[in-house]
């Protein structure tokens, strides 16, 4: 008499994660106010040696502020949660994505690209200026920090930017104005090069914006081809080709 084999599904081990974070802040003066950042992305990874890209909706469960004195406010702020920022986060990473690819694929070069290639940005212009090292990282209750491996922010290439054959490599920010620069300095930002590429539904048909058809509307800029590909591989290949986290250093051992 046969048998019927039982089939089992194998259940993929589940790892267990960090969840809760504590992050020393710097002293803050009298009378001032200081900005801090935190991108869950990268303290995630760093505390669980294993990398989370930067486009993940995270869930925030709480947050405590301990002080032992204090008097004045606590703010805490998080990108809007709307379709506006949606929408504008995946039009930027699909514009940087296809840019990368067209390069990769010219001349077959799919192989070079950074391990850790990932579309990271800034949250707003204080945040451009304050520079990703100056990130807040988590700490253990003896107030040892962790400590950051490779996490760079994204750029893309604009040919023939005001120029033939100049090309203006700007950072990119989720939200409020563009930050004027040249070369590799400066910024875009992803909800104003949203509403810049968006036409408007009146009058009676779409009216569209004069900056859709002019160097305002970045992600038409981004395709008007130039001698840009040396830049744009450099990109592709040089940021974050190393580790999210230190290689040598485990949360909790002697570092």
């Known amino acids: 008499m046969n048998m019927a084999k039982r089939k089992y599904s194998k259940m993929k081990k589940i790892e267990p994660?960090?969840?809760?974070?504590?992050?020393?802040?710097?002293?803050?003066?009298?009378?001032?106010?200081?900005?801090?950042?935190?991108?869950?992305?990268?303290?995630?990874?760093?505390?669980?040696?294993?990398?989370?890209?930067?486009?993940?909706?995270?869930?925030?469960?709480?947050?405590?502020?301990?002080?032992?004195?204090?008097?004045?406010?606590?703010?805490?702020?998080?990108?809007?949660?709307?379709?506006?920022?949606?929408?504008?986060?995946?039009?930027?990473?699909?514009?940087?994505?296809?840019q990368q690819d067209e390069v990769l694929e010219d001349g077959d070069q799919e192989s070079v690209r950074a391990k850790f290639n990932d579309f990271k940005i800034y949250m707003d212009a204080n945040h451009l200026s304050d520079g990703i090292a100056s990130n807040l990282l988590p700490a253990d209750d003896l107030g040892n920090a962790a400590v950051a491996g490779e996490w760079q922010a994204s750029q893309i290439v604009i040919p023939n930017f005001g120029t033939p054959g100049t090309n203006w490599e700007p950072h990119i920010l989720a939200v409020g104005d563009y930050v004027p620069g040249s070369g590799t300095s400066g910024a875009i930002s992803l909800i104003k090069a949203y509403e810049s590429s968006r036409s408007t539904p009146q009058s009676p048909d779409p009216a569209v914006p004069g900056s859709l058809t002019n160097t305002d509307n970045i992600w038409r800029a981004l395709f008007d081809v130039g001698d840009n590909n040396e830049d744009v591989l450099l990109n592709v290949i040089g940021k974050n080709n190393d580790l999210p986290y230190p290689q040598d250093d485990y949360p909790g051992g002697d570092t």
Do not use: C, H
Request: no cysteine.
């Open 17 to 98: 994660s960090v969840q809760s974070l504590l992050f020393p802040t710097p002293a803050i003066s009298s009378g001032s106010m200081d900005d801090f950042y935190i991108d869950l992305s990268q303290v995630t990874s760093i505390m669980n040696r294993r990398f989370y890209r930067q486009g993940i909706n995270w869930a925030v469960s709480g947050i405590k502020i301990l002080a032992a004195a204090f008097t004045g406010a606590v703010q805490v702020s998080k990108l809007p949660n709307t379709w506006v920022m949606s929408n504008a986060w995946e039009k930027g990473f699909r514009a940087w994505k296809r």
